[in-house]
């Protein structure tokens, strides 16, 4: 029964990684008959492509972009799905919960260009907010355009997009705890905040620290679309992530060699990252993505 | 950022460490010591070596122009002829398989095969079925990229020069995915092809690659790279003079922006000001022989300064300031900027289109002048639009058949041919007005797509129509009055494969420009930008541009 998932993970996600070979080549995918050729006749150049990687004062700015904003969203954002999740438990009413999680599941389903766009159009020098505030007669002042606050759109725009659908896995979690243990507590005194407390951030806690777990093996990945979109809005300083630092210093140069080598860093650092945090969490008697044998 | 001393520890521990792990993946003792740069150092193709495999070109002309072309403007006809002739007589198609085509289309894409009247009409006359795949042109790069490195290509590719421009060891990627046209089409050979042997010598001399015929031009319809159009109907209504200076621009700029009721003066105008403030596009001799590039003349810190002001008073619209600008044409087509810079190749589509719903609607460019006592330059060359490339390893026959394909694309104005390809069906895609001349219906507009067109390169014709009555004169005047104003291309007919040095630092440059041009950084910094560029490449670029010129003796 497991041979198709096999075949469709050897097929799709171990063979393609022997391509990272070209991270150690000058790869050119013109030499030679076929692309397999391609490979075996690229010139070998060892770490050259590591070497101007890390050379490279842009790759530098990128990966800090991309930390910062990862560390903010840790701080700003991955808490809010369950914030959402436990508001939306506590509405008794199944059909305003129903809309309400309906209403702010959408926007995960907009690309980027549209969640972009609807900004522009709100909060843009000629959109809906600046067009009132001039009405006003106020002075309406760059949200997006001003690069010190990039980093709280781009997180506020994610949160538009994804706070409902971050909160169906919490939503999830949170119908599985026994309800016979409120019962419990509520008849031993226990109040809203106690069971809360003692109850529902408990029996959550696994599914927090594995999202948690995730999402640092991602530390180094914060989307792609969102800030190619708006690069030329904030300049490069402020939102060159690393995978756009690859879009312009690799796949449009076609230095595809610098494009895995940039990939394969990315790679290493998120697994070095999963199984440090994971140590961790198995230290403080947590689960884990995987448990200890 | 200048790495403190403590990153770049960081960073060679980082370096070790991912040295070590992955040498033991590889498990070679062989990467040992062989570390090495990555990257192409260009090539130029001497422009001897393309003179000698170019068709021999014959004129082709089925009508006299009322307005003949001068050089690279093309000819203009006030009217519609009555009478069409039969450029092609026998069916190009000799019963192959259907061709499949990719080409590039800047609009909704049409209905395909099989739900297409259009397609369906045109591979009728044709005899061999065209199976046409348009892709966005915004993204072509993206999906042509990827195709060339998975040398997956459709038989018959066209590509825009400059997404071609922008592809590392393209010579390379020529030789291992299309076919080599130079027997085909080599001198007198192309008289099989009549209408591809009178596409322009000009554009052939760019199809040339490592001294062999790779591909079919499709050569321009005007050499200016962009005009500054303004709506010559609102500025008349709001009493606001056409702009005759750069003092007047900008005075333009302040009466005409008035954020409250959503106008603004200007989209994207960057490029149009550098030209008027004689800057070149990017290199220019000195009389002291060598080459400068445009950084380092001053005319471009003017135009710098000129244009960064225009951003920082709020003259130019915030979705150009806040997006790439993607929406210009609509903005402009609704009045809400007055003034942008586009390729000569909107105005007509846009007039025509526009003019329906307004018929007040006038688009016009604003003639070029010369900013604060420098003499206007004219970016622009004979490049052909795009290419057409064919396959790998067809047999002879295909390629002949495919050929005479793109020779029917081709037919001149006043052939069936022609109107077919540029219009459609008659009562179908296009009605004639009383004057003779086709305009598009609504169903015209959604299939045509340029599929047929966008392919084989055409001779270039300007024809009044209908909607747009006056754009022809238009069209051509403009050029007459400026051609002479035309910056020399330098490396015309010598083949550039720009260095990987050189291709790499674009990007960043544009990066730290923008920033000036947008007020994040003061213009006085563009003497740092300067000393980068021309520390990590600029000089490189500038060695590799002049030897170039030396091996042609110029």
Redesign the interface.
């Known amino acids: 029964m497991a041979a198709p998932a096999a075949v469709l993970l050897l097929v799709f996600h171990y063979l393609p990684t022997l391509g990272n070979?070209i991270?150690?080549?000058?790869?050119?995918?013109?030499?030679g008959d076929?692309?397999l050729d391609a490979f075996l006749n690229s010139?070998?150049?060892?770490?050259?492509?590591?070497?101007?990687l890390?050379r490279d004062?842009?790759f530098?700015?990128a990966v800090r972009n991309t930390l910062s904003i990862t560390a903010f969203q840790l701080v700003f954002f991955f808490p809010l799905p369950i914030l959402l999740a436990l508001i939306l438990n506590s509405v008794v009413s199944g059909r305003l919960r129903g809309f309400v999680q309906s209403v702010v599941y959408l926007p995960h389903f907009f690309s980027w260009v549209l969640v972009?766009t609807f900004f522009?159009q709100m909060f843009?020098?000629?959109?809906l907010l600046?067009?009132e505030m001039?009405?006003a007669g106020l002075e309406p002042w760059g949200i997006?355009?001003n690069?010190d606050t990039f980093i709280v759109l781009v997180t506020a725009e994610a949160v538009w997009k994804d706070l409902g659908w971050g909160a169906i896995v919490f939503l999830a979690a949170l119908s599985a705890i026994d309800q016979n243990l409120y019962e419990a507590a509520a008849a031993d005194g226990a109040g809203r905040w106690r069971r809360l407390w003692h109850i529902t951030l408990p029996g959550l806690r696994p599914v927090i620290v594995l999202l948690l777990i995730m999402r640092l093996g991602d530390a180094l990945s914060v989307g792609f679309e969102q800030f190619i979109?708006?690069r030329?809005?904030v300049?490069?300083?402020a939102a060159e992530v690393l995978d756009t630092f690859v879009y312009?210093?690799a796949?449009?140069?076609?230095?595809?060699?610098?494009g895995a080598a940039a990939g394969?860093?990315k790679a290493?650092v998120g697994l070095v990252l999963i199984l440090t945090a994971n140590k961790i969490a198995h230290r403080l008697g947590e689960q884990g993505v995987y448990s200890k044998s | 950022m200048t790495p403190s001393a403590r990153t770049s520890t960081d960073r060679r521990t980082m370096l070790r460490l991912i040295g070590l792990g992955a040498a033991a993946t590889v498990g070679g003792g062989a990467l040992a010591g062989c570390s090495k740069e990555a990257g192409s150092q260009g090539s130029a193709t001497n422009a001897d070596a393309i003179k000698a495999v170019l068709p021999t070109y014959k004129r082709a002309e089925l009508l006299k122009p009322d307005i003949p072309g001068e050089g690279p403007i093309p000819d203009g006809y006030l009217s519609y002829p009555r009478e069409l002739v039969d450029a092609v007589t026998e069916p190009p198609g000799r019963g192959g398989p259907p061709i499949q085509t990719m080409s590039p289309w800047w609009g909704p894409t049409p209905p395909p095969l099989g739900r297409n009247a259009y397609l369906g009409a045109v591979n009728g006359k044709l005899g061999v079925e065209v199976n046409p795949s348009l892709q966005d042109g915004l993204t072509y790069a993206d999906k042509l990229n990827a195709m060339l490195g998975a040398r997956d290509v459709p038989e018959l590719l066209s590509a825009p020069n400059w997404e071609v421009d922008k592809v590392a060891r393209f010579s390379d990627a020529v030789k291992a995915l299309f076919t080599d046209l130079t027997d085909h089409l080599q001198g007198d050979n192309a008289a099989k092809y009549p209408y591809l042997a009178a596409l322009p010598s000009g554009a052939w001399e760019y199809s040339v690659w490592g001294g062999r015929l790779y591909a079919v031009p499709f050569p321009t319809d005007g050499p200016f790279a962009w005009a500054m159009f303004y709506r010559k109907d609102l500025l008349g209504a709001a009493g606001l003079a056409t702009p005759t200076s750069l003092d007047e621009l900008y005075e333009f700029g302040k009466k005409a922006t008035d954020p409250a009721k959503g106008v603004w003066a200007f989209g994207s105008v960057f490029e149009m000001i550098q030209q008027y403030f004689g800057c070149n596009q990017t290199w220019r001799k000195k009389p002291d022989g060598g080459l400068q590039h445009k950084f380092e003349d001053p005319a471009f810190e003017a135009a710098l300064a000129f244009t960064a002001r225009l951003f920082a008073e709020g003259l130019v619209h915030p979705d150009t300031v806040e997006s790439k600008g993607e929406d210009e044409k609509q903005l402009f087509n609704s009045g809400k900027i007055l003034m942008y810079r586009d390729g000569l190749g909107a105005w007509q589509g846009m007039q025509s289109e526009r003019a329906k719903e307004l018929p007040t609607f006038d688009m016009q460019p604003l003639p070029v002048f010369g900013g604060q006592g420098a003499q206007p330059v004219i970016w622009g060359s004979e490049k052909p639009i795009f290419y057409t490339f064919l396959k790998k390893d067809l047999p002879a026959e295909r390629v002949d058949e495919m050929l005479r394909v793109l020779n029917w694309c081709a037919a001149p104005f006043g052939s069936r041919e022609f109107e077919l390809r540029e219009y459609g069906v008659e009562g179908q895609h296009f009605t004639r007005s009383a004057d003779g001349t086709p305009a598009l219906t609504e169903l015209g507009r959604k299939e045509l797509g340029a599929q047929y067109t966008h392919i084989g390169g055409r001779v270039p014709v300007k024809v009044r129509s209908g909607d747009t009555p006056n754009y022809v004169q238009d069209y051509i005047g403009y050029y007459r009055k400026h051609i002479g104003q035309m910056e020399q291309d330098l490396f015309a007919g010598i083949k550039l494969e720009l260095p990987a040095n050189w291709s790499k630092i674009i990007q960043p440059t544009e990066d730290k420009i923008r920033d000036i041009l947008r007020g994040r950084r003061p213009v006085s910094d563009l003497a740092q930008v300067r000393k980068e560029f021309l520390d990590t490449g600029g000089e490189e670029g500038r060695a590799f541009h002049e030897k170039a010129l030396a091996d042609n003796g110029r």
Do not use: H, K
């Open positions: 070979i991270a150690f080549q000058d790869y050119n995918p013109f030499v076929d692309p010139e070998w150049i060892g770490f050259g492509n590591f070497e101007a890390f004062p842009l530098w700015d972009v522009v843009g020098g000629a959109g600046a067009q001039r009405q997006m355009t690069p979109l708006q030329e809005a300049g490069r300083q312009y210093q796949i449009s140069t076609q230095q595809w060699g610098l394969l860093f290493v």
